[in-house]
């Protein structure tokens, strides 16, 4: 269903009478652009501080103008879901001059995707749904009550105050002499209203902002209560003024408190589409959408508030308004799902999850909702959250199988989820795959990552050749004189500072070192600072959350859909896994792509209860210990090697591992196509 202006307070009354009795609802997000220029392009080796920073700082300037929400409500009796897909077109038109007017950016690229995929500009433009924040609502709202009690209008639960009031004119009014025949002109039709009975207002010509003041101070010297004036604006927003005779005092100050409930009540529909985020915030209904970063982080800024300055208060905003999320991309790309599906793009991901060994749950659209049975309409936001929500669904209920007896059907609300809660998936990150929303996040070592600084000619080959005696490298580029290098062979890391630390045009620094010299200390230390998790919520009953709700009728608890879903997590939970390696709810996942694995150490979150981490120097100094020896020899048999054939240290390197045994698939030097493999399927 598309949603407009003219047809916006319908769809929001079917959402308020099916969210609260849902399952879950899936969400999605189309924009005007996706990065402001290259310095807040994603790298792959930004922590998640850096990440968060450049989609701030690089993304919020565009604008958010289609939000999708699919709303799934599961029927017990049938075993179908119900959905109930929404597509929200969203512009920020102003509601008159004193409200926000925002500014954003457009990106061609972006706009030229949305155009072929057939998006309604003028729908856009000219219908589209208006939002305002809750501050920005809260601070017109007072300007309107200030203006109304500086008129002695009387304020519900408060008395107008002297400050508000708005001083008398003192002595004549000064006319510029160029508008002295306009204003007289005005005040002869005034003195024609008050004399003839028949009519009871009059309509002036539209003028200019300097030319109403006069005809406001004008007839408030002249008439005093006598009339009321009122600004109004026409169909083409032209702006004029009113005039209507005023029969007592009384009359007008009635007239002056249902006006001023008419602005509060514009105000309130200005509001718009942020009611819509209210009221998902408000069920507590489990938030699902795909690749969802730019989606959460966009709708928190338009809708909610500004974004803050920090990703630990951007992880405790998110936590507030969306209690649970799941992002399918990282479930996608995490066991047990991973090693069934190749390509995690949502077209993809949807076509291969209709295959074994996943089986779709029966769905059928609402009535009134017919409008994705068979079109495939990507991209636009109703249709994509639609998509993304019935892939939860069917990976979610592939989790039962592994259950005993198997489970064809696994709750929302199921304790099974909970490894992939509250994880977003961080694209063209290679070794921090999620940002955690709960907790802290991922702190993988890169010892053997190195930043390095080179002439503007080079190109990928030339750092292929720079560290050719360690093996093959990924290159994450950061601009057209440096890149970070990660050598696939962790081992080799010690070696590098040793061998080519700097040359004649180039430099080379441990992504510590680099680190260190980018952020001062103290900025480094609050980058580190881990977040404390929220309390864990203990999972209600419908019982015990009804004794809760009366015991505390202020407190908000975590709800739940059914009786059905309290009864599966018991029985989840009391079951054991049929298969010899059961999922372990309580282990958070690891997300690679299948068929790659990242030469990279073991990565291990940090505030693990039970875990315990080794200083970082006295790790470094037994990794050294280790390969101290092995290296000694390795460099003897490349040094002879290399005296007769130049830059052939990778076939010198099979050749020694052949000797010592070992049994290694070498990745083949190559230039850009070594990239590619890390890069996401999916185009921004």
């Known amino acids: ?343 995690s793009a949502l077209n993809d991901l949807h076509s291969r999850l209709q295959d074994n060994p996943f089986v779709p749950p029966s769905i059928e659209m609402a009535s009134n909702f017919n409008g994705y049975k068979k079109a495939e309409n990507y991209h636009e936001a109703g249709y994509d959250a639609f998509i993304t929500g019935q892939c939860f669904a069917i990976m979610a209920n592939f989790l039962g199988t592994f259950m005993d007896p198997p489970k064809h059907r696994v709750s929302p609300s199921s304790q099974f989820l909970e490894p992939f809660m509250n994880k977003i998936h961080l694209m063209r990150s290679l070794d921090i795959p999620y940002l955690n929303l709960n907790g802290p996040d991922l702190q993988p070592s890169r010892n053997h990552v190195f930043h390095v600084t080179f002439p503007k000619e080079w190109r990928t080959s030339d750092l292929h050749q720079l560290f050719s005696p360690f093996g093959s490298i990924y290159v994450g580029w950061i601009g057209d004189t440096e890149a970070f290098v990660s050598l696939y062979k962790a081992a080799e890391a010690s070696m590098v500072m040793k061998t080519i630390k700097k040359g004649e045009n180039y430099t080379v620094t441990p992504y510590k070192n680099f680190k260190r010299g980018v952020y001062p200390e103290d900025n480094a230390e609050k980058e580190r600072k881990i977040v404390s998790p929220p309390q864990e919520e203990k999972s209600l009953t419908v019982a015990e959350m009804d004794k809760a709700n009366i015991e505390e009728p202020g407190k908000r608890k975590r709800r739940i859909s059914s009786l059905e879903a309290d009864a599966e997590v018991a029985v989840l939970m009391g079951t054991v896994a049929k298969r010899k390696k059961p999922m372990d709810p309580t282990v958070a996942p690891f997300v690679s792509r299948k068929g790659v694995k990242p030469p990279l150490p073991e990565v291990t979150e940090e505030g693990d209860p039970g875990v315990e981490i080794e200083d970082k120097d006295i790790v470094k100094e037994k990794d050294e210990d280790k390969v101290k020896e092995k290296h000694e020899d390795k460099v003897k048999e490349k040094d002879e090697v290399e005296s007769e054939h130049i830059g052939t240290s990778k076939k010198v390197e099979e050749e020694i591992d052949n000797k010592e045994g070992k049994k290694e698939n070498l990745l083949t030097e190559g230039t850009d196509e070594d990239v590619k493999m890390f890069e996401e399927c999916e185009s921004w």
């Open 1 to 343: 269903m598309d949603v407009t202006r003219k047809n916006f307070k319908e769809a929001l009354g079917v959402i308020s009478s099916v969210l609260n009795d849902s399952s879950f609802v899936a969400i999605d997000g189309e924009f005007t652009g996706l990065h402001y220029d290259s310095r807040y392009m994603p790298n792959a080796f930004d922590t998640p501080e850096e990440r968060y920073q450049k989609l701030r700082q690089g993304s919020v300037d565009f604008l958010l103008v289609q939000f999708g929400l699919c709303i799934f409500k599961y029927n017990g009796k049938s075993s179908k879901y119900t959905v109930y897909p929404f597509n929200f077109y969203v512009f920020p038109t102003p509601l008159n001059r004193h409200a926000p007017d925002p500014r954003f950016l457009c990106q061609s690229s972006s706009i030229d995707f949305l155009v072929s995929h057939n998006f309604d500009f003028n729908k856009l433009f000219r219908e589209g749904i208006p939002y305002l924040t809750s501050n920005s609502a809260r601070t017109m709202r007072e300007e309107i009550l200030q203006k109304y009690a500086g008129q002695g209008v009387t304020i519900p639960n408060k008395e107008p105050s002297p400050a508000f009031r708005t001083p008398q004119a003192k002595g004549p009014i000064i006319i510029p002499d160029e508008h002295k025949e306009f204003i007289n002109q005005i005040v002869a039709k005034t003195e024609q209203l008050l004399k003839d009975n028949d009519r009871t207002s009059i309509q002036l010509d539209p003028c200019n902002g300097f030319q109403r003041k006069l005809i406001y101070q004008t007839m408030e010297t002249k008439f005093q209560t006598k009339l009321i004036v009122e600004t109004k604006t026409g169909e083409k927003k032209e702006r004029y003024i009113e005039i209507t005779k005023a029969t007592s005092e009384e009359d007008k100050r009635k007239r002056d408190e249902l006006k001023m409930q008419a602005d509060l009540d514009e105000i309130d529909d200005a509001i718009g589409f942020s009611k819509v985020i209210d009221m998902i915030s408000e069920s507590g209904r489990l938030v699902v959408g795909h690749n969802m970063i730019l989606d959460l982080m966009h709708t928190l800024d338009q809708f909610s508030c500004r974004l803050p300055d920090n990703l630990i208060e951007f992880k405790n905003m998110s936590h507030c308004v969306f209690h649970r999320v799941v992002d399918t991309k990282v479930m996608a790309s995490t066991h047990p799902f991973k090693e069934f599906i190749m390509n």
